[in-house]
């Protein structure tokens, strides 16, 4: 390693918590899909900041309405008025389904899921709610416990209110567990940490039928899968399932900290002053960013990009599926995949030599690889990104 990147890691050692096992990488800056670290080494990004940077890094538009809006207004108490504001909430009534009105923006997806839990409890005056097995919603307590993955879990077991779990994509397990008690079952359209998971047709509908049945409230965490990511402006256009409450981040700002829950009229209407917020809860820096983020989505026609993209992802993996017997399935929707390996090891190995060898990808559910690279990479850099991946993947 370099004494620029040991200068970083020996002081970040020293003053850190060690709250994440980092990759041995220093990055210094960004544009588009490639990255540099603190020697000047340059690597392709298909991680997007795990989906974050959705028009890329840099994106000049982003930039400068940021430095404007710098200039201008960067926070205030949010018992005023901002425009900022207000508009993002009015593009995204705009984008997502009819029965989405109102928006109520937070800082993380985190936050937001647990608004949407807050919300349900309040709607329905019920407190269980039911998520899925495999199923990431954040980390904070109260969303720890409709996180379904155990290992996040079991060290604050003392702390948290546990939901009652179903399998993903298991609707017959649902509708028996949607009884008269649940508030609302969270549930994301594609499982994006549980290892991109896509649950079969009629999933959500199902889901949704069932949970009106029960007088609970559906929770759509869209999150991770919101805001172009799957080829729609959100994963649950595929079906046309509008849920009682959306929860969507990462994506929205581009980068900047900003994420929001929404819900009809009348479920919202539930919600009083107080029950729910944060300082910097939709400041007119962030809310700048997410309007033009998705300005930038419509003008560059990134949807219909990130669809046409994934296909073509999609064909580069099918094709070494099935000439590498080391390759067990590809996954996914739109510029959210996964290219599932048969052993765990095999699957690290190549997450690290990817790496080193200039590209940057995700390793999650042990030998899932992530891709979910910006919406707007180039089509080169793609297939240069899938070279390298590929030939980590058949490398002996
Ligand atoms: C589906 C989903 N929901 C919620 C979250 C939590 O978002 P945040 O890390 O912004 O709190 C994530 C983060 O990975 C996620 O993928």
Not at 304 to 323: C, D, I, K, M, T
Request: aromatic share 6%; proline share 4%; with cysteine.
């Amino acid at each position: 390693m370099s004494e620029a990147y040991d200068a970083v890691v020996q002081r970040e050692h020293e003053v850190f918590a060690p709250g994440v096992r980092r990759w041995p990488l220093a990055l210094e800056r960004g544009q588009g899909s490639l990255v540099w670290d603190v020697d000047g080494n340059e690597y392709l990004d298909l991680t997007a900041g795990w989906g974050v940077n959705c028009i890329g890094h840099c994106h000049p538009a982003l930039a400068e309405a940021i430095a404007e809006q710098a200039r201008t207004l960067i926070q205030t108490t949010n018992i005023v008025y901002t425009r900022p504001q207000l508009e993002l909430a009015e593009r995204l009534d705009r984008i997502t389904p009819g029965s989405m009105h109102r928006s109520f923006f937070l800082s993380s997806g985190a936050e937001a899921n647990e608004g949407a839990l807050k919300l349900a409890h309040r709607a329905t005056g019920r407190a269980r709610f039911l998520a899925t097995l495999g199923g990431f919603h954040g980390r904070t307590l109260g969303v720890m416990g409709v996180l379904g993955q155990e290992k996040y879990r079991a060290r604050w077991s003392s702390l948290i209110r546990e939901a009652r779990f179903v399998p993903y994509g298991d609707l017959a397990a649902a509708e028996s567990a949607l009884d008269g008690e649940v508030a609302a079952m969270i549930v994301e359209p594609v499982q994006g940490e549980g290892g991109v998971l896509i649950p079969p047709d009629g999933y959500l509908e199902g889901l949704a039928r069932a949970c009106r049945a029960a007088g609970a409230l559906l929770i759509l965490d869209e999150v991770q899968t919101g805001i172009g990511r799957t080829g729609r402006w959100l994963a649950c256009d595929h079906s046309g399932v509008e849920p009682d409450i959306l929860t969507l981040g990462k994506g929205l700002g581009g980068g900047m900290p900003i994420a929001a829950f929404m819900a009809t009229d009348a479920v919202m209407a539930s919600i009083e002053p107080g029950d729910h917020g944060g300082t910097y809860a939709g400041n007119p820096l962030c809310a700048r960013a997410a309007v033009t983020v998705l300005r930038v989505i419509e003008e560059e026609a990134l949807i219909a990009r990130a669809a046409r993209l994934g296909q073509h992802v999609r064909e580069r993996l099918e094709a070494l599926n099935a000439r590498c017997d080391r390759v067990e399935s590809v996954r996914g929707r739109g510029l959210l995949l996964g290219l599932v390996l048969r052993d765990p090891a095999v699957a690290a190995a190549v997450h690290t030599r990817t790496r080193e060898g200039g590209v940057l990808v995700n390793l999650t559910a042990e030998r899932v690889i992530r891709i979910f690279p910006a919406l707007n990479i180039p089509e080169d850099e793609l297939d240069r990104a899938l070279d390298v991946l590929e030939s980590m993947i058949e490398k002996d």
